[in-house]
């Protein structure tokens, strides 16, 4: 939902060049000069899928940060697992001996997105949350067949909070993509991948303001 304006207008797709001078801001938006950067991409190797693929994950690795608007006061240490859709009145109605089927891609090497049974202790969570203020905040929503307006209202808080929590992670494996994915490849090639990437993360800061605006 986007209510205020319209920003794809803001939106500049790349204008990729072959040559540049050697000290100027590359053409990809990364940042750095061009000499060290894209003039120098297609003679890098490029990275095998399953090195990528891990190092996208070590990259999206984040410790967590509490979201509630007192934080870091009074946090009870770092962020937990916390339950995007709630344990007691959720999960566990559908879950079979404590585990719940998940989409979760987590096999680098046969790439598959098959289902797995996954504890619910750690199904659909993100670090968003330390316990103490999970624990006072999301009280409410815990409350069992009592649908209140109040517990309606926290979930899509912490619904919206969850993915805040995704795009904080996605921009920086985005912006890890930006400066490996294109290794060893041609010119047009590495044109091509950049206008991809430079969409996604785009639109990820879109979503990623827009959620952070609705939070608040
Ligand atoms: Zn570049
Ligand atoms: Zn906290």
Not at 26 to 35: E, I, R, V, Y
Not at 44 to 55: A, E, G, I, M, T
Not at 137 to 154: D, S, W
């Amino acid at each position: 939902m986007y209510v205020s304006g319209s920003p794809f207008r803001e939106y500049k797709p790349l204008q990729p060049v072959r040559e540049m001078r050697r000290n100027e801001f590359c053409w990809c938006t990364s940042g750095k000069k061009w000499k060290r950067c894209h003039a120098i991409r297609e003679h890098q190797v490029q990275l095998p899928l399953p090195v990528l693929h891990s190092k996208f994950y070590n990259e999206a690795k984040v410790t967590g940060i509490c979201f509630h608007p007192d934080a870091p006061e009074k946090c009870s240490g770092g962020a937990i697992r916390a339950h995007t859709i709630q344990k007691r009145t959720g999960l566990l109605e559908i879950a079979e001996n404590g585990h719940v089927l998940s989409g979760r891609n987590s096999n680098p090497r046969t790439n598959t997105d098959d289902l797995q049974l996954i504890g619910i202790n750690s199904a659909s969570t993100f670090r968003g949350f330390c316990s103490f203020h999970d624990t006072i905040t999301f009280r409410a929503a815990e409350i069992i067949n009592n649908p209140t307006k109040l517990a309606a209202f926290l979930l899509s808080y912490r619904a919206s909070c969850y993915e805040i929590y995704m795009k904080q992670v996605a921009l920086p494996t985005l912006r890890f993509l930006r400066d490996n994915l294109d290794a060893g490849r041609s010119f047009d090639e590495q044109a091509e991948i950049q206008q991809e990437l430079n969409a996604a993360i785009f639109s990820m800061k879109l979503g990623f303001g827009e959620h952070s605006r609705l939070k608040v």
